[in-house]
C-alpha cells in the first residue's frame, strides 16, 4: 500500500468543527468519515490502511487515499465520484440530488470470485477488500457493533434462560478481541454475564483493556476459569481476556470437564490467510510463516480452525449453547476439511436476529461531524423524547452514555425499524428528521451523518450467515442487495456502496451501504424521508417475499406495497 501519505501522518483523525475543506457538506463529510476511519483511535491497523475484519481497508493504497482526498475537495455540488475498490477512477455530472460518491469494493465474477483470484489481483494492484464498513467508509470502531452483540446476547438470554436476569450467573466463552469481536467482553457484562475470551495477539488484549471493553487479563487459563466461575457463582458481571489460540483454550477447557453456558467465536477466520492464526506459532513466528510459505500458513490455519469447531462441537454436546457469530468458522471448515457436522450449531441470524429483520429494524448509527460529543448526547436525547415507549432502547442509551467510550468522531449506534406512524413517517426517517430539524435549529453544531452496517434487514445476500436458512431457500439470491444499491442512489442517499465478501470472506456475500448527511437543510430532510423508507422497506419485502409472516404483518401494518404478497 506504500508508505502513509504525509496528509494522514498530519491529521491522524477526521477534521472537526463548522469550517469546510471541501465545496459543500457531503463532500466534507465523505471526507471526515474516511478519514475517522483511520484515525488510530478507531482503526485496527491505520498504516497498512486497515480498518478491521482482516484486512477491510478503507483506500487502496496510500497515493490512492491521497487521490481521493483531493477529488472530495474538488467535487461539485452536481458531481458524483466512483471509487473502485478503494481507488478513485472517475467523476462525472450528475445532479444535486444524486449521490455524491458511489463506491463498488472487492467484486469479482461469479466464477472468479474465490480467495485465490482475489489475490491474485490484489497483488496486482487491481482490487481491494473492503470488508463491509470499511470500504465503505462507515466503521466507528468498536462501538459500532457493541449494541448488536448486546441485542444477540440479550435474545439469547430471553430464548434459553427465560428468567429474566439475563446472562447473570453465566458464562460467555469467546475468541478474538479485534476491530468488532472486542465488544463481546462489553456486551456480556452490559447483560450481566461474565465473558473468558482469548486472543493470540497480545496487542489487540491490551487495547481493550485500554478502551475498558475488557475489564482484565488474567496470567493463564487456569487464573481466568477460577476467576470467572467465582464471578457466576455470585451473580457478578466479570470478563477476562486470555493471551492463547482460541483452538488450544477450547481443547484445554474440554479436557478439564470445563462447560461454560455459551460458545461462540469471532476470530477472522473468514479470511484463513490473513484473518485467522494458526496454532503452534506465536503472532510473529506466524507473520513469518505467511510471507515464507502462503501455502503451509493456509494448510496450518485450517488445520487449527477444524480443531476450534471441533472444541466448540463437544461443548455443545456437553450442554453449551453454541453459536456462529458471523465469520464464516462453519464454511470454512465443511468447505475446506470436508468437515460433515460444521453446520451442526446455528449461526446468529437465524437463530436471534431474524425476527428484527423482518421488521426492517437494523443498525442505524450516527456520527456528529463537529467532534463534538454534546452533540451526541443531544441525539441521546432525541431518541428519548421520540420514542418514550421503548424501554429497551432507554436502556440501551443510557448503558451506552455510562460505558461506551466514543472513538474518534463522537457516534452513536441504536436499531431502528420501520413501523410506519400515522404521517406514513418511518422510525428511521422520524429519526433522521428530527436530528435535521435539529442541525437546522443549531442546537446541534455542525452537520450529522447517518448511515448503517452493511448487515441490515434489506441489504445482503449471505448464506451462511444474514441469509442462512431462509424460509423459502433464496439465501444466495443476491438480486436484493443489487436492488437495495439501486434504490438507494434513485432515493439520493449521499454515498452508496456495493461489496462482495466483507464478514464472510470472497464469494460468500454481496451487501450494500449508504450514508446521508444531516445539514438542516429541506434537501437533507427530503432526501432522509425518502432513504429512510426504502432502505428498511427493502428489509420488509425481502423477508415478506421469502414468506415470513412478521415481515407480511409489518408490510400490512406499515402499508408497504408487495405486488404479489398476498391478501
Ligand atoms: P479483526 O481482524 O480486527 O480481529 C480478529 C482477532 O482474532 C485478532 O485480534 C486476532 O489476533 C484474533 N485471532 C485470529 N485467529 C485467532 C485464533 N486462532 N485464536 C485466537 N485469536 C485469534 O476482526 P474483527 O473486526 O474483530 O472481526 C472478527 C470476525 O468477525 C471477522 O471474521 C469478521 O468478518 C466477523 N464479523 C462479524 C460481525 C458480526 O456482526 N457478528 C461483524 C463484523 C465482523
Redesign the pocket.
Known amino acids: 500500500v506504500g508508505e502513509p501519505s504525509e496528509q494522514w501522518l498530519e491529521y491522524q483523525g477526521a477534521n472537526t468543527g463548522a469550517s469546510l475543506e471541501c465545496r459543500g457538506w457531503r463532500q466534507e463529510a465523505a471526507l471526515r468519515m474516511l478519514n475517522n476511519n483511520l484515525d488510530p483511535e478507531v482503526a ?1 491497523d491505520p498504516e497498512s490502511l486497515v480498518v ?3 484486512t ?1 481497508r478503507a483506500a487502496r493504497s496510500w497515493d490512492a487515499y491521497e487521490g481521493i482526498c483531493a477529488q472530495l475537495r474538488d467535487l461539485g455540488d452536481e458531481e458524483t465520484l466512483l471509487v473502485q475498490s478503494g481507488k478513485p477512477v472517475g467523476r462525472f455530472e450528475t445532479h444535486e440530488r444524486a449521490p455524491r460518491v458511489l463506491i463498488a469494493n472487492s467484486n469479482l465474477v461469479g466464477r472468479w470470485d474465490d480467495w485465490e483470484h482475489f489475490h491474485e489481483l490484489e497483488s496486482k494492484g487491481l482490487i481491494m477488500y473492503g ?2 464498513t470499511a470500504g465503505s467508509w462507515a466503521y466507528i470502531g468498536t462501538q459500532g ?1 457493541i449494541q ?2 448486546y441485542e ?1 446476547l440479550a435474545e439469547l438470554a430471553r430464548q434459553h434462560f427465560p428468567d429474566n436476569r439475563g446472562l447473570e450467573g453465566k458464562i460467555v466463552v469467546t ?8 465488544a463481546q467482553p462489553l456486551a456480556v457484562t452490559m447483560n450481566h454475564g461474565v465473558c473468558i475470551a ?4 497480545e496487542r ?1 488484549i491490551e487495547r481493550r483493556l485500554e478502551t475498558e471493553y475488557c475489564q482484565e487479563r488474567a496470567p493463564d487459563l487456569e487464573t481466568a476459569i477460577e476467576r470467572a466461575t467465582a464471578a457466576a457463582e455470585s451473580g457478578e458481571a466479570y470478563s477476562v481476556a486470555v493471551h ?4 488450544d ?1 477450547l481443547e484445554a477447557m474440554n479436557e478439564r470437564g470445563f462447560v461454560p453456558d455459551v460458545i461462540t467465536d ?6 484463513e490467510l490473513e ?5 503452534g506459532y506465536t ?1 510473529e513466528e506466524a507473520d513469518a510463516l505467511r510471507d515464507r510459505d502462503p501455502e503451509a500458513y493456509v494448510e496450518a490455519s485450517l488445520e ?2 477444524e480443531r ?1 469447531v471441533d472444541g466448540i462441537l463437544a461443548m455443545q454436546e456437553a450442554g453449551a449453547i453454541a453459536f456462529e ?4 468458522i462453519r464454511g470454512q471448515v465443511a468447505d475446506h476439511r470436508d468437515h460433515e457436522r460444521a453446520f451442526d450449531f446455528p449461526g ?1 441470524v437465524p437463530a436471534y436476529i431474524r425476527p428484527l429483520f423482518c421488521a426492517g429494524k437494523g443498525p442505524f448509527r450516527w456520527v456528529a461531524l463537529s467532534g463534538d460529543p454534546a452533540d451526541i448526547h443531544r441525539t441521546d436525547d432525541a431518541v428519548r423524547e421520540l420514542f418514550p415507549e421503548k424501554d429497551h432502547l432507554r436502556r440501551w442509551i443510557d448503558l451506552a452514555q455510562e460505558q461506551v467510550a466514543f472513538q474518534g468522531l463522537p457516534s452513536r449506534v441504536c436499531w431502528l425499524g420501520f413501523s410506519r406512524d400515522d404521517d406514513g413517517l418511518t422510525e428511521r426517517a422520524r429519526f433522521a428528521l428530527r436530528i435535521n430539524e435539529l442541525v437546522a435549529d443549531g442546537e446541534i453544531s455542525a452537520p450529522v451523518v447517518v448511515t448503517r ?1 452493511h ?1 441490515d434487514a434489506g441489504s445482503v445476500a449471505s448464506p451462511n ?1 444474514e441469509t442462512e436458512a431462509m424460509r423459502d431457500g433464496s439465501d444466495a439470491v443476491a438480486d436484493w442487495p443489487i436492488l437495495n444499491a439501486l434504490l438507494n442512489t434513485a432515493a439520493g442517499a449521499d454515498i452508496v456502496s456495493v461489496h462482495d465478501g ?4 470472497i464469494g460468500n456475500s454481496l451487501h450494500t451501504n449508504n450514508h446521508i448527511v444531516l445539514d438542516g437543510t429541506d434537501l437533507a430532510a427530503e432526501k432522509a424521508r425518502r432513504v429512510f423508507t426504502t432502505d428498511p422497506g427493502m428489509g420488509v419485502i425481502r423477508h415478506a417475499d421469502a414468506g415470513y409472516d412478521e415481515a407480511l404483518e409489518e408490510a400490512w401494518d406499515s402499508d408497504v406495497t408487495i405486488p404479489m404478497g398476498g391478501d
Open positions: 485496527e478491521y475484519g482482516g477491510g470488508q463491509m457493533i448488536g452483540t444477540t475468541a478474538g478481541l479485534g476491530g468488532m469481536g472486542g482469548a486472543d493470540v495477539d489487540r492463547m489460540n482460541a483452538a483454550m469471532q476470530t477472522s477466520a473468514h479470511d484473518g485467522y492464526y494458526p496454532s503472532v487449527t480452525m476450534h457469530y458471523g465469520n464464516n446468529f452496517d448487515l450467515r466483507g464478514g464472510v470472506g
